[in-house]
């Protein structure tokens, strides 16, 4: 193990993309191999978001540099620093910025990065659980806070949550049940059902409720939703929105297109509200941060959470696109 030290080595996953697909090895390398950045971070923990899943299994050209370490998340100690936020010892939390796209990420354990785009650590949370939050806890979070300034409040009635299951849907049924939400959890694996329950969702429905062919409006069932999954599920969302409701778009696990018709906009007021947390503003971050550590339930936190090692990576990666991981996955980067 070794934790802020100065070795010469460290190591780390990396990726060469190749017209055959990626290429994925566990390497010792040299920091020199690191890129531009004024802090540089002993890694202790990372995680497997969707979007790194793309990234290792060549799904989707998430990785614009090659060889590359991917990682859009990260957490640890600051080593050294030449930004006037960052001084040797703190404690840092970084996602995306394009970490793990096109500047070395976090499934190593260095990283060298710029200032700007960290964040510190909140008192009430570890490296580990900032990391079990990660990308999908931070979005979660800026989902609800995006409906609740388009004025959805537990009084307004049911809030669905899609893909329940998966990263964001799990901190997002947890963050909404934790504020007084009545939560209904859409799954395509009902036996996860005690799961979402314990997490805080009401009611449990099939995904293939939200996969039938979409009429222009369907009956009004949801005040909000969190979508996870886009596709023909986002388009039934929205016409089973109920009058003046409002959806967040945050995901494509169902696919990248929007078979919608645009009768749940001009006849019902029904609002889609789009949500990207990789450039999102650093206020933006702060906010959605103080809040998670204010709010977040670290039992259920623990709950939906599994950890790993850098070598288990490719394997993970490959699960969550099947969709087969339940929640969250951290990496223990010095294990
Ligand atoms: P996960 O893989 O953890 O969760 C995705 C979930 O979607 C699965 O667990 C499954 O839930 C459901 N799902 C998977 N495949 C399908 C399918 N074909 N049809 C319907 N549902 C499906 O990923 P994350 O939670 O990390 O990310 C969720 C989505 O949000 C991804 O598309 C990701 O790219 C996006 N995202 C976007 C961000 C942004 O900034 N906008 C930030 C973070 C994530 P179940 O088994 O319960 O049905």
Redesign the pocket.
Known sequence: MRHGNAADNFRALVVTTTESGPGLEVRQLDRDFLMEGDVTIAVDHSTL???D??ALTGRAPILRVSPMIPGVDLAGTVESSQHPDYAPGDKVVLN?WGVGERHHGGYAQLARVRGEWLIPLPDRLSTRQAMAIG??GY?AMLCVTALERDGLQPESGPVLV????????SLAVALLAGRGYTVT?????ME?SPYLQALGASAVIG?EEL?TPVKPLAKERWAGAVD????T?LANVLSQTRYGGSVTA??????MDLPATVAPFILRGVHLLG????MAPRQARLRAWRSLAAEIDLGKLESMTRTIAIDELPAAAAD??A?K???RIVVDVNA
């Open positions: 978001n969707y979007k899943g793309l995306g990308t999908a979005t899609t893909g329940a299951a998966g990263g964001v849907g959890a859409s799954t395509g694996r996860e995904r996969q996870c999954v886009g596709g599920t945050c995901g494509l696990a169902g696919g949500v990207d947390s990789v969550m696109l969709g991981v339940r929640g």
